[in-house]
């Protein structure tokens, strides 16, 4: 199984930055890329930034520019930082993990998530 735990979420200032970081254990398979999604309640779950095994990277058009995710394949780390955070960041932030399992010919795939982080932005 995979196991997947954030920290770092808070409450912070506009303006302000935090670093987020997710540490997977387990495997299910090959880790094809990690990232995040955040959720407001009575909301969808919405994506914010992956990363690849690769290294590639793509943003959500709120975030990017702001945002910045890293990770360390070796540790199975991954890292959100949030700077200039505005009051509409504020939700909950998941960790995801992806992984590929199962032969070439019969490729399946399954999500994994983290238990969530609150991060709060006041204005």
């Known amino acids: 199984q995979v196991q997947l735990v954030e920290s770092g979420g808070g409450l912070v200032q506009a303006g302000g930055s935090l670093r987020l970081s997710c540490a997977a254990s387990?495997?299910?398979?090959?880790?094809?890329?990690m990232g995040w999604y955040r959720q407001v309640p009575g909301k969808q779950r919405d994506f914010v930034a992956a990363?690849?095994?690769?290294?590639?990277?793509n943003y959500a058009d709120s975030v990017r520019g702001r945002f910045t995710i890293s990770a360390d394949n070796g540790k199975g780390m991954v890292y959100l930082q949030m700077n200039s955070l505005k009051p509409e960041d504020t939700a909950v932030y998941y960790c995801?993990?992806?992984?590929?399992?199962?032969?070439?010919?019969?490729?399946?795939?399954?999500?994994?998530w983290g238990q969530g982080t609150q991060v709060t932005v006041s204005s």
């Open positions: 387990g495997s299910a398979g090959s880790r094809d890329a």
């Open positions: 990363i690849t095994r690769d290294g590639s990277i």
């Open positions: 995801n993990a992806l992984f590929s399992y199962g032969p070439i010919e019969n490729v399946r795939t399954r999500n994994f």
